[in-house]
């Protein structure tokens, strides 16, 4: 597992209709990415890759409820932010559907009080996609291999099977929990 890269400042956006923003007393709440911290490049149709679509360092920082009520909302968060960046529909999907995994995750074993969030963070640069969800528990993952007739068990593969890598990170300061994340690269360095 590499190293968890220093992820840019985050710009905090105004949640889809069912979500609570992240109280960042630092941040200006924006929908728009703010100049300097996130930003598009390119036009809708330009045939262009992912690597002359995102230009710089972009954001998302977001708190939610810890509630199954909420992971449509965050799926359609991502799907939004990533959309805007102009990500290839295929790499959005994949996001969407991973950090859908990565939530009921921490909604199921890392954050069961009533009252408890979960922060979900998006950092993407030209290079790379990361995403990561924050919940209080400090028990760490397992994979596990689900039977067929199983309903759940599945996420970790899931995650595995559609980012280039994942793993967990610490909390962070002055918070309890961890953090797990899985990237996704966008263009490889030559």
């Not at 291999?145 to 002055?174: F, H, K, N, Q, Y």
Request: glycine letters at 10%; hydrophobic letters at 40%; aromatic letters at 2%.
């Amino acid at each position: 597992m590499a190293p968890a890269p220093t992820e840019p400042p985050p710009v905090v956006a105004p949640a889809p209709t069912g979500l609570v923003p992240s109280a960042t007393p630092s941040a200006t709440p924006s929908a728009t990415p703010s100049a300097g911290t996130a930003g598009t490049a390119g036009t809708a149709g330009s045939g262009g890759t992912a690597m002359n679509r995102v230009r710089g360092a972009h954001g998302l920082r977001t708190t939610v409820p810890a509630h199954p009520s909420r992971v449509p909302g965050v799926r359609a968060m991502v799907a939004e932010y990533l959309t805007r960046l102009r990500l290839p529909a295929q790499r959005v999907d994949d996001a969407v559907l991973a950090t859908g995994e990565l939530f009921t995750n921490a909604l199921r074993h890392g954050s069961p009080d009533r009252g408890d969030t979960i922060t979900v963070g998006i950092a993407c640069d030209p290079r790379e996609l990361r995403v990561s969800v924050a919940d209080r528990s400090s028990a760490l993952p397992a994979a596990r291999t689900a039977d067929g007739a199983e309903e759940s068990g599945r996420g970790l593969a899931i995650i595995a099977a559609l980012s280039d890598d994942w793993g967990v990170a610490p909390a962070d300061p002055g918070t309890t929990g961890k953090k797990v994340w899985f990237s996704m690269v966008l263009r490889t360095v030559p």
